[in-house]
């Protein structure tokens, strides 16, 4: 019997991403700036195939072929005569929906593999039987023996995604281990290289050395300087008795299929920074240039409240196990003019609020550079997997001293929110009826706070290349310690590359502290529109959303490798820990048995505790984070967080026992079911698609109609060059 956190349940939630009524409101010209800006994303988002895993190209390619011949409701009466039970093939759809969901067969969310509920021989025979194999039956048995051993495979190391022998990552090749990670690292930084569009292949020794492949994502292939380009990163480097040798041509044809894309978006801009974020986009693109993505990024932020908005590229590094590189992703949303104006008013007061967080002036930037903060209805969100909120760009130097934007998925917020009363574990059944009610305006003002607030605050000390502080060094002291600052970031380094492994989970951990700390204002409840009882209801929702999130995190904690899959769940374990440890009866954990007979938990929070025990403890263990990130206290960073992150079964909780319980109630997480646009003589329409897994099939199936073939060879070549780097 398959563990059931491998498998997708056929009962799996499936909601429709509506964007329908923001879309018919854009001009003709808008309709067609965002349909390419949507091409250029779906086209960047198949990278992430090859960024996941080496069997999913082949798995897509597969599933693609699949269904371009047979529609859901047509195979599914070859899997009857193939002898599939009505169960089995709705678990051959619910498999292809949550791998087209994710891009890839391992959960964006928690990094865990997922394979087809069902024997390895039924969905063989549904293969067989197919008309795709029945036209092609040479290259359907070469796509399945190239990715059937992979695609149902559970052993221990392909379970979840990770470096060396605790995962699975094509990040790296096989090889490298996590020194080996800790040294391209410090190459990277000593030359001002950006690992955000790397991977790392370590080679064959070269005289006596060992040797590392660093290469860049871009669709030229040469590494010589490129007409347009002016000097090459590319050439081979001695470091530290190792020789690294900086290719490019990474994805190079979907890099390729994005430029195509974004020259054609360029036609449809509404103003000359859309024009040159796009043109910097595209040599970003070409030549495989973070700093040119830099530099377009800081065009977007200048395009204040578009109608149409949209970001591209390399952004986040949660799935990197190293935790640098990041994984290509895009998405296009129309602006939702009634909820942004909150926003907005929540932006006007930035200035106002961000003193009340709780460390010093100091540690706090120079100037809040006011971001655009807008709710977006998502028309096309493609990469993994969809959040509900953003904080971009992510790169720290523009951050700190030019600003960025700040967006709220609205659409994904209300969909996302919706929870059945079944489905709502954990929680006392005298709370589940308001807890229904108020968690959704709850989120929306969390994902505002973490967001704007959250990512939005905080000082890095940096030094630069010329000795020069962007502090008083001799004047600013540690409130931790007491005395000077004593250490800072140096000219190259980041937040990132230099917390690593924990930077992504530490930073969310950091803005979801923000959340629930500044939530307590009662300015920021009633810019939200609540007021007296109401904001009581919601902020006592908010905190306990929290603390239950805490404890569904446990699902994502592998005691097996003892390493976290999940940056936010163990961002939101962490301050469970921490509320835990407040005591005062703040926060309850109490196991017991079910209806059903078996194993449950009940988590309660005394709401007449919060604005004085939780707010304490989340005072000073906010301030810890902000301290330890602005003076670039790794040691101490990573001591205060893996201790709080420790799951064990020592202490007052025996934390392994609960996280079997976890997994015993845990519900999936819903997939989304993404429209189409295509362009009809001079005008776009809007493709929709039923909210079930044969809609969510058929809309990937759609997406590329037009190249379908070209695209699969693409991936099958990409995938099949690096084959030997992944044993």
């Not at 051959?92 to 969901?101: D, E, H, I, K, R």
């Not at 063989?124 to 051993?149: G, I, R, T, Y």
Request: a negative charge; aromatic letters at 10%; hydrophobic letters at 35%.
């Amino acid at each position: 019997m398959v563990d059931s956190q491998y498998y997708l349940p056929n009962s799996i939630r499936i909601s429709k991403l509506d964007c329908k009524e923001a879309f018919e409101l854009l001009s003709p010209k808008e309709k067609l700036y965002a349909h390419y800006l949507s091409r250029a994303a779906w086209y960047g988002g198949l990278v992430v195939l090859v960024q996941t895993s080496p069997e999913s190209p082949a798995i897509y390619a597969l599933l693609q072929k699949l269904f371009r011949k047979q529609t859901p409701a047509e195979l599914e009466k070859v899997a009857s005569e193939a002898g599939l039970s009505s169960e089995e093939y709705l678990a051959v759809l619910v498999y292809a929906a949550g791998f087209y969901a994710n891009m890839g067969n391992y959960k964006s969310f928690g990094d865990t593999k997922f394979i087809p509920n069902l024997p390895k021989e039924k969905l063989k025979a549904l293969v067989w039987q197919s008309k795709a194999f029945m036209d092609s039956p040479k290259e359907m048995e070469s796509l399945w023996n190239n990715c059937s051993h992979l695609l149902f495979s559970l052993d221990n190391r392909q379970k979840q995604l990770g470096l060396g022998q605790d995962g699975i990552t094509t990040y790296f090749s096989g090889n490298c281990s996590l020194e080996d990670a800790k040294l391209a690292q410090k190459f990277l930084d000593s030359q001002n290289l950006s690992a955000y569009n790397t991977r790392l292949f370590k080679r064959e020794p070269e005289a006596g050395k060992q040797a590392y492949e660093v290469r860049l994502a871009s669709s030229i292939k040469t590494d010589c300087a490129a007409d347009g380009e002016g000097q090459t990163r590319c050439g081979q480097y001695d470091f530290e008795g190792a020789v690294f040798t900086v290719h490019r041509g990474d994805y190079a044809p979907l890099m390729e299929k994005v430029i195509q894309n974004l020259e054609k978006a360029k036609t449809y801009a509404s103003n000359e920074n859309e024009v040159r974020m796009l043109e910097e986009y595209i040599k970003s693109f070409m030549f495989g240039s973070v700093d040119a993505h830099k530099e377009g990024s800081r065009f977007w932020i200048k395009d204040k409240g578009p109608i149409v908005e949209s970001y591209i590229g390399f952004i986040e590094s949660y799935r990197d196990p190293f935790g640098s590189r990041g994984e290509f992703e895009g998405f296009v949303a129309v602006v939702n003019k009634a909820m942004s104006a909150r926003f907005a008013q929540l932006v006007s007061k930035a200035e106002v609020l961000l003193p009340e967080l709780p460390w010093p002036q100091a540690f706090e930037k120079d100037q809040f550079l006011r971001p655009d903060f807008t709710s977006l209805d998502v028309l096309t969100f493609a990469g993994s997997g969809i959040p509900s909120g953003i904080n971009i760009p992510n790169y720290d130097d523009i951050r700190q001293t030019e600003g960025f934007k700040n967006v709220s998925l609205g659409n994904v917020l209300a969909v996302g929110s919706i929870v059945r009363k079944e489905d709502l574990t954990f929680l006392e059944e005298d709370v589940k009826d308001l807890y229904l009610k108020l968690v959704g305006p709850a989120f929306e003002v969390q994902v505002g706070l973490h967001e704007l607030l959250g990512h939005g605050s905080g000082k890095l000390f940096v030094q630069d290349s010329k000795g020069s502080f962007n502090f008083e060094k001799g004047s600013v002291c540690n409130p931790e310690t007491g005395e000077l600052v004593s250490s800072w970031y140096n000219e190259g380094e980041t937040w990132d590359s230099k917390f690593s492994t924990i930077a992504s989970s530490y930073e969310e951990c950091r803005a979801e502290c923000v959340g629930i700390y500044m939530c307590l204002n009662k300015e920021v409840l009633s810019i939200f529109g609540h007021e007296n009882e109401d904001a009581e209801d919601v902020l006592y929702i908010n905190w306990l959303n929290m603390v239950r999130a805490g404890l569904l995190g446990l699902e994502f904690y592998s005691p097996e490798t003892k390493t976290w899959k999940q940056a936010h769940m163990r961002g939101r374990f962490v301050i469970l820990r921490v509320l835990l440890e407040a005591g005062e009866g703040l926060v309850t954990l109490k196991e017991t048995t079910g209806s059903d007979g078996r194993p449950d938990m009940l988590i309660t929070l005394d709401r007449a505790k919060v604005k004085t025990v939780g707010k304490s403890a989340i005072h000073k263990f906010l301030c810890k984070l902000q301290v330890y990130k602005s003076v670039a206290d790794v040691e101490g960073g990573r001591a205060l967080y893996d201790g709080y992150s420790e799951v064990t079964s020592d202490g007052p909780h025996d934390f392994l026992r609960i996280r079997e319980t976890v997994l015993l109630r845990k519900v999936a997480r819903k997939l989304f079911v993404q429209a189409n646009t295509t362009v009809k003589g001079e005008s776009v329409e809007l493709v929709e698609y039923e909210n079930t897994a044969a809609g969510l099939v058929q809309s990937n199936t759609d997406r590329f109609l037009e190249d379908a073939e070209e695209l699969e060879r693409h991936l099958l070549e990409l995938s099949s060059h690096d084959i030997a780097c992944w044993c």
